[in-house]
Structure formats: structure tokens, C-alpha cells
Nanobody
Framework: VQLQASGGGLVQAGGSLRLSCAAS????????MGWFRQAPGKEREFVAA????????IHANSVKGRFTISRDNHKNTAYLQMNTLKPEDTAVYYC????????????????WGQGTLVTVSS
């Protein structure tokens, strides 16, 4: 499956963005989806994950209550709604798809998008 992340940009602290991850090539509904991020000079960090049906989600403590992962299997797209953004949310955000379950470990995911940059100004 090919993944295309979009929706990043520059936003002021307290603002919102919605990231999209469009999938093509194989049956989207057969993949668990995740979002990760990597800030400059830091390791890749888990953000959120969602199960095949979308009924189950996991969010990192750092974004819980502010970010929401969702998916639309009819549109072959996963989303990350980001509210109340903070400067420390600045990073390149990556979406990922996997067959072995959903969670915070990058090893669960087989396919990765190219990333979209989110910059939050103070």
C-alpha cells in the first residue's frame, strides 16, 4: 500500500490542523493505521493508532485530549485532528499502515508515508 500524508503547515500555538493520510494500492480497511512524529534532533515518537474498523484507538499521553485519530474506510483515508497545538508539537508527522495489530511500536507497521511538516509558533 502507498501512503500520502498531507495537511501540515504553520500554525500559531492554540490553533488546529487536520492531517490526512490517503492510501492506495491495496485494501485500506485491512490495515491498522498509526501516526508518528519526529522533531529535529529527536527520535521518532508514537502519536496515535487506530484499529481496522476504527472502533479502537490509542493516543500518546502527550497528545491525549488534544489530538484525535480517525479513519474513513470508504475514502481510504486516515486522519489526525490536532487541536490546541503547542510549540512542542512541531515535527514531521508520518502515517503508517500495518497488518500485525495496532499500537505504539514502529515495528507493527509495514508501510510509511513520506511525512508532512507541522510547525507551531509561539
Amino acid at each position: 500500500v502507498q501512503l500520502q500524508a498531507s495537511g501540515g503547515g504553520l500554525v500559531q500555538a492554540g490553533g488546529s490542523l487536520r492531517l490526512s493520510c490517503a492510501a492506495s494500492g491495496r485494501t485500506f480497511s485491512g490495515y491498522n493505521m498509526g501516526w508518528f512524529r519526529q522533531a529535529p534532533g529527536k527520535e521518532r515518537e508514537f502519536v496515535a493508532a487506530i484499529s481496522l474498523s476504527g472502533r479502537s484507538t490509542i493516543h500518546a499521553n502527550s497528545v491525549k485530549g488534544r489530538f484525535t485519530i480517525s479513519r474513513d474506510n470508504h475514502k481510504n483515508t486516515a486522519y489526525l485532528q490536532m487541536n490546541t497545538l503547542k510549540p512542542e508539537d512541531t515535527a514531521v508527522y508520518y502515517c503508517a499502515a500495518g497488518l500485525r495489530g495496532y499500537g505504539g511500536s514502529p515495528s507493527l507497521y509495514d508501510y510509511w508515508g513520506q511525512g508532512t511538516l507541522v510547525t507551531v509558533s509561539s
